[in-house]
């Protein structure tokens, strides 16, 4: 009785941690490398980029999204403007680190050796920008101020996040626009 910790429950608690390092360990392996960079805000593909585009002479390659409040009336999309629920979006190409805006918001990516970097953001809590360097499949860097997501896929699929599928379709079993029983 004076022994804290039984053998039964010292058993348990080598299991687990042997559990544990086991799943790290299979999942260390089998991480593999994205190929694609997907930009979307709140659930719509802004650009779409080869994520071995910045490995040219190892410089990197900076995409700069704009964003600008606009008539709540007003909704489009054209080929580089977005506009949805009353903000602009516009994604600007860099081969050099821009300036970056004095007014309006703002988030800086870049794509360099193989590796997706979010540099710099007007947002007040930075966690997107303090977020380390993606570069395997389904890896992802969210800005939650601006509704933006910036995520790694693999070449044979498009996405794994639940939220954008919604533009690419009904997800499974919704054909007939029912899931588990509850119609849209």
């Known amino acids: 009785m004076n022994d ?9 608690i080598i299991g687990c ?34 994520l071995h585009d910045g490995d040219r002479d190892s410089q990197a390659i900076y995409f700069l999204i704009k964003y600008k409040v606009t008539d709540r009336q007003h909704k489009q999309k054209t080929s580089k403007i977005y506009t949805e629920d009353a903000v602009e979006t516009e994604v600007i190409y860099y081969e050099k680190r821009p300036e970056l805006p004095k007014t309006g918001s ?14 710099a953001a007007d947002c007040r809590d930075q966690i997107c ?12 860097i969210i800005c939650l101020p601006h509704k933006l997501v910036v995520e790694i896929t693999g070449s044979d699929r498009q996405s794994g996040t639940a939220w954008d599928r919604k533009t690419e379709g009904n997800l499974p079993g919704m054909e007939d626009g029912q899931l588990d029983g509850v119609t849209r």
Request: proline share 1%.
């Open 4 to 12: 804290l910790l039984k053998k039964a429950d010292r058993i348990l």
């Open 106 to 119: 703002y988030n800086l990516i870049s794509v360099a050796d193989g590796r997706v970097t979010m540099e």
């Open 129 to 140: 920008v303090r977020h380390r360097p993606i570069s395997s499949d389904r890896e992802n």
């Open 17 to 50: 941690l042997f559990a544990a390092l086991l799943l790290g360990i299979f999942f260390a392996l089998h991480r593999t490398g994205g190929s694609t960079v997907r930009v979307l805000r709140d659930g719509i593909e802004l650009k779409q980029i080869a």
